[in-house]
């Protein structure tokens, strides 16, 4: 048996390599534009875990993912966005929330909704944020301070 390759079909060979071969580099994360972040986060001049984070492009990337973190042990924190680890580069502003630990849910409403878990930070870094941070690359010493009054 003997097969006749075209030229049209060497062709079409050729492209669905270079399309399976754009394909693997885009499912491996090849070309990523994240960068990867990480720091601490201080409440009152503390090292502080369980703060919530959220950086919310601003400017020509306003229309990006937010990232997101909860700081551990230390108020060590690593931005991720959209599950990946990392932030794209640019300017943010940053919302910040520390639930308390200690809150005992409340049963209110009609239909037994639990209370909130309040935030220590009453309020001052969600809808009022001042901090904005630029990222231009890679960090491991990025610092959010915050305060409690």
């Keep these: 048996m003997h097969c006749h390759i075209t030229n049209s079909s060497k062709m079409c060979l050729r492209i669905s390599h270079l399309f399976c071969f754009a394909l693997l580099a885009m499912l491996s994360g090849c070309g990523s ?9 201080t409440v009152d001049g503390q090292p502080t875990p369980g703060v919530n984070l ?25 931005l991720t966005t959209d599950a990946e680890p990392g932030v794209a580069k640019g300017s943010y502003k940053v919302n910040a929330d520390w639930p308390d630990p200690n809150h005992k849910p409340k049963k209110i409403g009609m239909f037994g909704e639990p209370s ?26 990025l610092e959010i301070s915050l305060k409690t009054k």
């Design 116 to 141: 909130s878990p309040g935030d220590k930070l009453k309020g001052k870094y969600i809808s009022n944020s001042d901090i904005s941070v630029q990222i231009d690359g890679p960090k491991n010493d």
């Design 54 to 78: 959220r950086f919310f492009p601003q400017g020509t990337q306003a229309d990006a993912s937010p990232s997101s973190t909860t700081s551990v042990e230390g108020g060590k924190f690593s």
């Design 33 to 41: 534009s994240l960068v990867e972040v990480s720091g601490v986060v």
